[in-house]
T-cell receptor, first 115, second 113 residues
Framework: GNSVTQMEGPVTLSEEAFLTINCTYT??????LFWYVQYPGEGLQLLLK?????DKGSNKGFEATYRKETTSFHLEKGSVQVSDSAVYFC??????????????FGKGTKLSVIP | DSGVTQTPKHLITATGQRVTLRCSPR?????VYWYQQSLDQGLQFLIQ???????AKGNILERFSAQQFPDLHSELNLSSLELGDSALYFC????????????FGPGTRLTVT
């Protein structure tokens, strides 16, 4: 079946530090890959996505590249801010039959950025 | 604001009880998904409806059921509640049932005491 593995948290960084959150996946076929962010007390928001190999998704200074050869989709940001403190989820979307595409999530990585 | 609304925001109930969670999808979206987020299991897909019909099932317990009404809102019914059912329940919607982006609601936090 499909699965997503992302690095365990929590991750604590100082403001302006470089961020990497590792994500690898297992899937049949050609999944689309996503990073979602969940701020405290809120629902999930789509941060960025990539739909095919070598695509780079980017948004708000975050970026991730779909690497088919290493089945990875690592999230990076060059300089984090306190406002980036949240839980980050890596996810894949793959066909699950009967015309349905399902999202499979990693367990989430909590990021805390301190001033 | 994703455009997906969920009520209630919080729910506290006792073991053995039954509750109903409600979700209104974004305007025009035909597909609704339900997810459970708990500390030990993470975020898990429960069930999907498309235009009133069940389309896919995930890790949904037999004590749980859902439906989607003609106006496209959806309800998730949880019965014979156990302590372990305490979790955040999210609803998401997408335009169609294939390969469209899902937009998540703010969630309903269920506490079973």
């Amino acid at each position: 079946g499909n699965s997503v593995t992302q690095m365990e948290g929590p991750v604590t960084l100082s403001e302006e530090a470089f961020l990497t959150i590792n994500c690898t996946y297992t899937a049949t076929g050609y999944p689309s890959l996503f990073w979602y962010v969940q701020y405290p007390g809120e629902g999930l928001q789509l941060l960025l996505k990539a739909t095919k190999a070598d695509d780079k998704g980017s948004n708000k200074g975050f970026e991730a590249t779909y690497r088919k050869e290493t089945t990875s989709f690592h999230l990076e940001k060059g300089s984090v801010q306190v406002s980036d403190s949240a839980v980050y989820f890596c996810a894949l979307r793959a066909y699950s039959g009967a015309g349905s595409y399902q999202l499979t999530f990693g367990k989430g990585t909590k990021l805390s950025v301190i001033p | 604001d994703s455009g997906v609304t969920q009520t209630p925001k919080h729910l506290i109930t006792a073991t053995g009880q039954r509750v109903t969670l409600r979700c209104s999808p974004r305007s025009g979206d035909l597909s609704v998904y339900w997810y459970q987020q708990s500390l030990d299991q993470g975020l898990q897909f429960l069930i999907q409806y498309y235009n009133g019909e069940e389309r896919a099932k995930g890790n949904i317990l037999e004590r749980f059921s859902a439906q989607q009404f003609p106006d496209l809102h959806s309800e998730l019914n949880l019965s014979s509640l156990e302590l372990g059912d305490s979790a955040l329940y999210f609803c998401a919607s997408s335009a169609r049932d294939y390969n469209y982006e899902q937009y998540f609601g703010p969630g309903t936090r269920l506490t079973v005491t």
